[in-house]
C-alpha cells in the first residue's frame, strides 16, 4: 500500500542530516549519497512539483488558496505511486480553509516528527537567516511566522506556516487521529544507531544493524561538509557561508546570551520540559 510518510521539523533541526541518513539506508550503496541528489521525495512545499501536478501557475493565487489545493497534491502522489514516499516538510500541521488537514488524511501514512532544543535552534536559525540571534529569537515567537510568504521575486517555495516554534511542535506531535513518531537530534548524536533503528522500523524501511551503522557512517558530518565544500549544495541559501556546520547539541551556551536564554524560556519552557530539555528545577539541560 501507498502512501507518504512526512519527514516534519521546524527548520535547522536536522531534516536534512535524517534524508541524508535515509537516502543512504535506500540505496545500500558503496559510497556515500550525494547531498545534491538524495534518494527520497520532494519537499511538499516545491512550487515546481505543485505547478506541474496542477497544471498551472501557483503564483497567480494567494497562498490560502494555494494551501486549499496542496492536499489534492499530496493524494494525487497516493494514486499515481503505489508505493511510500518521505517527504521533507516544515509546515505546522495545520487545516485548510475547508478544514482539510495540509498533508491529506488519506495521503497519509504517518509523520516522523524531528525534534531539536530552541536554545540550539535559534543561533542555528539566525545564521540561516543571515539575521541576528535576537532576530531568530522573535521569529520562533511568532504566531503568524512563515516561510517564503513574501510574493516578492516568486520563491521556488509556497509559503509555509510555522507558527511559534512551541506551536510548530504540538501542531504534529499533538495531531488527532496522525501517526506520529518523534526523534530528537541529539538522541541522533549521542545513541544515533538505537535513534535511528527506532526510525527506520517505524517507516517501514530495513533496519538490520549492518546497514544501519554504514548508513549512520556514510551520513557523518564530515562527509557532509566536504561534499559541499567540494560541490556545493543547492537547498544552500545564497546568503549563508555553509549549510552544513557543527553538527553538535549544547553549542547554545557558548552563543546566547543569559537575556537570551531567558526569552526562550519565557515562550517556550512549557513543551521544552515535556521533551526532556528541561529539568525539574525548570533549568536547560
Not at 2 to 26: C, E, K, M, V
Not at 142 to 157: I, V, Y
Not at 194 to 209: E, G
Amino acid at each position: 500500500m501507498g502512501g507518504i510518510y512526512w519527514l516534519a521539523s521546524y527548520p535547522r533541526s536536522g531534516n536534512t542530516w535524517f534524508r541524508t541518513f535515509l537516502s543512504n539506508l535506500i540505496e545500500d550503496a558503496d559510497q556515500p549519497a550525494d547531498i545534491n541528489d538524495l534518494s527520497i521525495g520532494n519537499i511538499a512545499s516545491s512550487r515546481g512539483w505543485l505547478d506541474e501536478v496542477l497544471g498551472f501557475d501557483t503564483a497567480e493565487l494567494a497562498p490560502d488558496e494555494v494551501d486549499r489545493l496542496r492536499p489534492a497534491v499530496y493524494r494525487w502522489s497516493l494514486r499515481r505511486h503505489d508505493a511510500i514516499s518521505y517527504l521533507k516538510i516544515h509546515d505546522a500541521y495545520t487545516t485548510t480553509l475547508n478544514g482539510e488537514p495540509l498533508v491529506s488524511r488519506e495521503a497519509t501514512l504517518g509523520a516522523l516528527y524531528i525534534l531539536r532544543n530552541p536554545l540550539d535552534v535559534a543561533p542555528s536559525y539566525a545564521h540561516h537567516n543571515h539575521s541576528s540571534i535576537d532576530d531568530a529569537i522573535t521569529r520562533m515567537s511568532e504566531h503568524d511566522h512563515a516561510l517564503c510568504k513574501s510574493r516578492r521575486g516568486l520563491p521556488n517555495q509556497v509559503r509555509q506556516q510555522l507558527l511559534t516554534w512551541s506551536e510548530h511542535v504540538l501542531s504534529w506531535v499533538d495531531a488527532p487521529d496522525l501517526n506520529c513518531r518523534i526523534i530528537r537530534y541529539e538522541d541522533m548524536l549521542t545513541d544515533p544507531h538505537a535513534a535511528f533503528t527506532r526510525s527506520a522500523r517505524f517507516l517501514q524501511l530495513p533496519h538490520d544493524p549492518a546497514r544501519i551503522a554504514k548508513a549512520i557512517r556514510f551520513s557523518d558530518f564530515k562527509i557532509l561538509s566536504r561534499q559541499e565544500e567540494e560541490n556545493g549544495f543547492q537547498e544552500k541559501p545564497p546568503a549563508t557561508e555553509r549549510f552544513f556546520r557543527q553538527g553538535k547539541s549544547g553549542a547554545w551556551r557558548d552563543k546566547l546570551t543569559p537575556e537570551q536564554v531567558a526569552r526562550i524560556l519565557a515562550g517556550h519552557a512549557e513543551v521544552m520540559r515535556r521533551f526532556g530539555y528541561l529539568n525539574a528545577d525548570g533549568e536547560p539541560v
